[in-house]
């Protein structure tokens, strides 16, 4: 393991800042909003060029109205885009349980819905703004165009959620530098709703599964629809643990580096025509 030197310092009332400056044979940092700093690139043999390329997905414009409950058993979630399987972050392998994002949008908003497998559901946060990657969280990090901000959305199985802009600079070989965030961003006008299938927080019994359905309005990331054609930058991550400390990073996309901060590892997501949906869900339930 590399070395790590953290040092903790106030930052705003309610944002703390944390440097961290480790070797080239680091330690795993995701979804630390805060600010990080590397000695130097991941690898001195490592380029972004030399890397599989990120995972892309067309999002299906749809017309389809859905009940948040945290269910996503009506139609137009069967239509929507499918980003499976979640492999774990260094893509060495698939996750021991499934993992499942469904993407569609209409003139207003975003809809993400997600199916996690989960014998053994973990989670104790449900203050908005916990630090929820230290138990089991479904992250999503999202930009319409720089690589450099984006948003980073997340929620755990008790339907706590964490929102915040990250600043990341990149080197001149597109990999993150350093990482700043600004907890205080809220995603005003997004809507979510958690299930968890089995009992959270009790490890005696045997969990199913949790799901998420999320409502994000393009004018949360002050954007206006996506016009057919455009393309934004994206992953989906998870954090999936048991009793006992056994953990997997997932993605959707792989980073195949040591953190899910590396925005050129994003996955692109490329918004359909409405002609590519299906307007017969209209009006369903
Ligand atoms: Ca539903
Ligand atoms: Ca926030
Ligand atoms: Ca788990």
Same mark, same amino acid.
Request: with cysteine; glycine share 8%; hydrophobic share 40%.
């Given at each position: 393991?590399?070395?790590?030197?953290?040092?903790?310092?106030?930052?705003?009332?309610?944002?703390?800042?944390?440097?961290?400056?480790?070797?080239?044979?680091?330690?795993?940092?995701?979804?630390?909003?805060?600010?990080?700093?590397?000695?130097?690139a991941?690898?001195?043999?490592? /380029?972004?060029?030399g890397?599989?390329?990120? &995972? *892309?997905?067309?999002?299906?414009?749809? %017309?389809?109205? @859905?009940q948040? #409950?945290?269910?996503?058993?009506?139609?137009?979630?069967?239509?929507?885009?499918?980003?499976?399987?979640?492999?774990?972050?260094?893509?060495?392998?698939?996750?021991?349980?499934?993992?499942?994002?469904r993407?569609?949008?209409?003139?207003?908003?975003?809809?993400?819905?997600?199916l996690?497998?989960?014998?053994?559901?973990?989670?104790?946060f449900?203050?908005?703004?916990?630090?929820?990657?230290?138990?089991?969280?479904?992250?999503?990090?999202?930009?319409?165009?720089?690589?450099?901000?984006?948003?980073?959305?997340?929620?755990n199985?008790?339907? /706590?959620i964490f929102?915040?802009?990250?600043? &990341? *600079?990149?080197?001149?070989?597109?990999? %993150?530098?350093? @990482?700043?965030? #600004?907890?205080?961003?809220?995603?005003?006008?997004?809507?979510?709703?958690?299930?968890?299938?089995?009992?959270?927080?009790?490890?005696?019994?045997?969990?199913?599964?949790?799901?998420?359905?999320?409502?994000?309005?393009?004018?949360?990331?002050?954007?206006?629809?996506?016009?057919a054609?455009?393309?934004?930058?994206?992953?989906?991550?998870?954090?999936?643990?048991?009793?006992?400390g056994?953990?997997?990073?997932?993605?959707?996309?792989?980073t195949?580096?040591?953190?899910?901060?590396?925005?050129?590892?994003?996955?692109?997501?490329?918004?359909?025509?409405?002609?590519?949906g299906?307007?017969?869900?209209?009006?369903?339930?």
């Amino acid at each position: 393991m590399g070395k790590i030197f953290p040092t903790a310092m106030k930052h705003r009332a309610s944002q703390i800042v944390f440097l961290v400056v480790f070797g080239l044979t680091g330690f795993s940092w995701c979804a630390v909003p805060l600010v990080l700093a590397r000695e130097s690139a991941p690898s001195a043999s490592l /380029t972004l060029n030399g890397l599989t390329p990120p &995972n *892309r997905v067309t999002v299906p414009k749809l %017309s389809g109205v @859905i009940q948040l #409950d945290g269910l996503l058993d009506e139609a137009v979630w069967q239509k929507a885009a499918v980003l499976a399987p979640f492999q774990l972050n260094d893509g060495s392998a698939a996750g021991a349980e499934s993992t499942e994002v469904r993407l569609w949008y209409d003139d207003q908003n975003l809809y993400i819905g997600w199916l996690c497998q989960d014998s053994d559901i973990l989670a104790t946060f449900t203050k908005r703004d916990s630090e929820l990657w230290n138990e089991e969280v479904a992250e999503c990090f999202i930009t319409p165009q720089s690589l450099e901000t984006y948003f980073e959305l997340q929620w755990n199985p008790l339907g /706590t959620i964490f929102d915040a802009i990250i600043h &990341n *600079r990149l080197d001149s070989n597109g990999f %993150s530098r350093s @990482i700043q965030g #600004d907890w205080d961003w809220t995603a005003q006008g997004m809507t979510a709703k958690v299930v968890a299938d089995g009992t959270v927080g009790q490890s005696g019994d045997q969990d199913r599964k949790w799901t998420v359905e999320v409502i994000l309005p393009f004018s949360d990331l002050d954007q206006s629809t996506p016009k057919a054609g455009e393309v934004w930058r994206a992953n989906f991550y998870r954090y999936n643990r048991w009793t006992g400390g056994k953990l997997e990073l997932l993605s959707w996309s792989p980073t195949l580096t040591k953190t899910f901060h590396e925005p050129n590892r994003f996955g692109f997501l490329e918004f359909g025509s409405l002609s590519s949906g299906i307007d017969s869900a209209k009006g369903e339930q």
